[in-house]
């Protein structure tokens, strides 16, 4: 049912759920495409992840499988595995919903773009309101612009922060911390 | 004094350019005295340490900005740093009033990945919890948001009950509040004797408690003129902007996770869910109210239906080995011990789990790489959502009707800047 979205490169399924990678100069058209023709009235989340670092070191952990976990099968437990790489720093994901009676059991969806540091997303606003403060929230705590979005400051942070918090890059305790005696 | 019911209005109140922003219109600007105010984020009315930066026309609101970040803790930074089990305690810090639904979207999140199976009787437990919570949190919004409007009594009456709720949670899990008692696979103690009885007489004493609350509102002339027709909001609004939860049933949304994607025991039990029409502060307390009975009715149910057997699954990678064990069996101490040091692993990939909390749409979404630290946490709260709604709801309100919108939407501050 998704084959009509304009703009998927990839359609994947894991755990149950669809993801469609959306190239992200197609973005708007393939989320007016899934409001419109396929019934996705309802944008549930809008969020993004750092991918900085990912697979640089191998990870000591279970394989897993679509199942679950064979702990039977040699090879599934603390055996070091790199993650597979992605293909651009961050993802945008966008988690939509249709909220209808009897949509049946196809109601959610994942829209993923990828875009590397400083690259602009085109902004949803326009396709559900109840963007507005997701796009600043991604803004503010990964750095990611909003094309298009009437009022992209930060939301959560102060107006004058410096750095992107929920970056990978950006220590924990990277708060400046001011000492009394300080002048 | 009669009040007519409110009449829902035609097309769309949602700003723009910016749908969370009402601007003060130019000619406006132009003609009248145009006051402007800050209103929070320390304001004994308000829900919270919520700030609105209020432009007012004589006692209208005309424009209105909300700030929000003032409770700002970077849980989900946070989460990142720590062990997959030891992340669990942060989730129910958010929204402090639902503790057990946040506990729950993100245990269940991470169950997803893992692909364990939990054994009935945590399900079962876990639904019951759950709808205690419900009432939990609606009775502190019921409480709260009728003081901001200047009624004292439920306030106290609501506090009453609410305490018996606490005191359940304190015999399951040892604390009031924060219980961490969902553990990935399923509970983290078996269910306490003497929890049955003293719930079984909780759900007598609830139904005629929402009776005694609603005795004191539903009817009330002042509660009705300060509630009716104020703060509407049409379906197809409340869609676009993303609301969920007692925000959208209020506004004739029939839309409840429980229903529509059941998880735990939802598909096992009996229950409504109450929608209403007006899309008013009105309607949202009769949401509110209807769903604590019903809540009750599936507390009921899910007592007497609670399966026998174990309360956790039996995956010594995943969860800890039990107790006795520990001092007999070599294999047992080495599986604690490396799961308390260096946490269990969960498969690289990524979910999204979303559970209906008292305040709607809770989600959780998880981004593994394989390691035992979670790559990406990120949680969406329908407090976050719905505070989004307060633009669109006022329309050109009071600045009395401003503390009701408000309140009605029940955002926990802590869950919106979490």
């Known amino acids: ?183 | 004094m009669a009040i007519s019911a409110p009449r829902i209005y035609e097309g769309t109140r949602i700003p723009s350019p910016v749908p969370t922003i009402i601007e003060v219109p130019e000619e406006l600007r132009r003609s009248a005295d145009i006051l402007e105010i800050n209103f929070g984020p320390n304001h004994p009315s308000m829900h919270g340490v919520l700030r609105l930066v209020l432009q007012l026309d004589g006692e209208t609101v005309v424009g209105l900005k909300a700030i929000i970040g003032y409770l700002h803790t970077g849980f989900e930074k946070s989460m990142e740093q720590k062990t997959w089990w030891k992340a669990i305690p942060y989730a129910p810090r958010m929204d402090y009033v639902s503790f057990q639904a946040n506990e729950l979207a993100f245990v269940m999140a991470i169950e997803k990945l893992l692909g364990i199976d939990v054994p009935p009787k945590a399900i079962w437990m876990r639904t019951l919890l759950a709808e205690l919570n419900r009432v939990h949190s609606h009775l502190v919004w019921l409480g709260t948001s009728a003081l901001e409007l200047g009624a004292i009594s439920p306030f106290w009456y609501a506090f009453r009950e609410r305490d018996r709720v606490l005191d359940l949670f304190e015999l399951v899990a040892g604390a009031r509040m924060h219980t961490r008692y969902f553990q990935v696979g399923g509970l983290a103690e078996d269910i306490p004797r003497g929890f049955f009885p003293q719930c079984r007489e909780f759900c007598e004493v609830m139904p005629k408690a929402v009776d005694e609350y609603e005795a004191m509102l539903t009817e009330n002339p002042i509660w009705q003129a300060r509630t009716k027709g104020v703060g509407l909001l049409s379906a197809a609004d409340a869609i676009a902007l993303g609301q969920s939860g007692p925000v959208a049933r209020g506004s004739g949304i029939d839309w409840d996770l429980r229903k529509a994607e059941p998880y735990l025991a939802y598909p096992d039990v009996d229950f409504d869910v109450p929608v209403r029409e007006n899309g008013d502060v009105y309607d949202r307390y009769k949401v509110h109210m209807d769903e604590m009975r019903e809540s009750v009715r599936i507390v009921e149910q899910t007592l007497e239906g609670m399966p026998p057997g174990p309360w956790i699954a039996d995956d010594r990678k995943v969860v800890l080995p039990p107790r006795e064990e520990l001092h007999t069996s070599m294999e047992s101490l080495i599986h604690h011990f490396k799961i308390v040091t260096e946490g269990f692993t969960v498969p690289e990939g990524e979910v999204y789990v979303a559970v209906e909390s008292p305040r709607g749409e809770f989600g959780c979404y998880l981004c593994s790489d394989g390691g035992p630290r979670p790559w990406r946490v990120r949680f969406r709260a329908p407090s976050f959502v719905a505070l989004q709604a307060t633009a669109t709801c006022m329309g050109q309100a009071l600045v009395a009707d401003m503390v009701a919108v408000v309140g009605s939407l029940d955002t926990v501050m802590g869950e919106v800047d979490r």
């Open chain 1, 1 to 183: 049912m998704y084959e009509s979205v304009p703009g998927v490169i990839e359609t994947r399924e894991a755990h149950g759920e669809t993801t469609l990678v959306v190239d992200p100069a197609r973005l708007i058209e393939a989320c007016l495409h899934l409001r419109d023709r396929l019934d996705f009235n309802f944008l549930s989340d809008l969020s993004s992840v750092d991918y900085l670092g990912w697979g640089e070191e191998p990870v000591a952990g279970y394989w897993g499988n679509a199942t679950g976990r064979d702990l039977n099968a040699p090879g599934t437990a603390a055996l070091p595995r790199t993650p597979d790489p992605k293909p651009k720093r961050f993802a945008v994901n966008y988690h939509l919903l249709r909220v209808a009676p009897g949509a049946g059991d196809a109601r959610r969806v994942r829209v993923q773009i990828w875009l590397d540091d400083g690259e602009a997303a085109p902004s949803v606003i326009q396709v559900w309101p109840t963007a507005d403060w997701h796009e600043r929230e991604v803004w503010d705590m990964m750095g990611i612009p909003f094309e298009g979005h009437p009022n992209l400051v930060r939301i959560l942070m102060e107006d004058d922060w410096e750095g992107h918090p929920l970056r990978k890059d950006y220590p924990i305790g990277g708060e400046p911390v001011r000492f009394s005696d300080e002048v």
